[in-house]
């Protein structure tokens, strides 16, 4: 199992960008994806972004051409890069990591607000 923690969350502008990081510790072998998911305020969680160990990734619709996974292996962390955020991106970001055997971590939450 590993840990994860996220940061980079905050208020921003709609239009705006923000980078999240997560911050990734233990033993990380065998991860075969990595991912971001978000909850809004009243609403199920949901993928935002995922990485599968070979590289590719997957994005919904929701945010495809906007966001941007990617792993940084020398700082290990996982980064969601968000671009021209809308209101209805307002949500707590988790950040997930799963393996084949079906066990998965996340991390606590970041909270990121978009609004004028």
């Known amino acids: 199992q590993v840990q994860l923690v996220e940061s980079g969350g905050g208020l921003v502008q709609p239009g705006g960008s923000l980078r999240l990081s997560c911050a990734v510790s233990?033993?990380?072998?065998?991860?075969?994806?990595w991912g971001w998911y978000r909850q809004p305020p009243g609403k199920q969680r949901e993928l935002v972004a995922r990485?599968?160990?070979?590289?590719?990734?997957y994005y919904p619709d929701s945010v495809k051409g906007r966001f941007t996974i990617s792993r940084d292996n020398a700082k290990n962390t996982v980064l969601l890069q968000m671009n021209s955020l809308k209101p209805e991106d307002t949500a707590v970001y988790y950040c997930?990591?799963?393996?084949?055997?079906?066990?998965?971590?996340w991390g606590q939450g970041t909270q990121v607000t978009v609004s004028a």
């Open positions: 233990g033993n990380s072998f065998g991860v075969y994806s």
């Open positions: 997930n990591a799963d393996w084949a055997s079906g066990s998965h971590s």
């Open positions: 990485m599968f160990s070979g590289g590719s990734t």
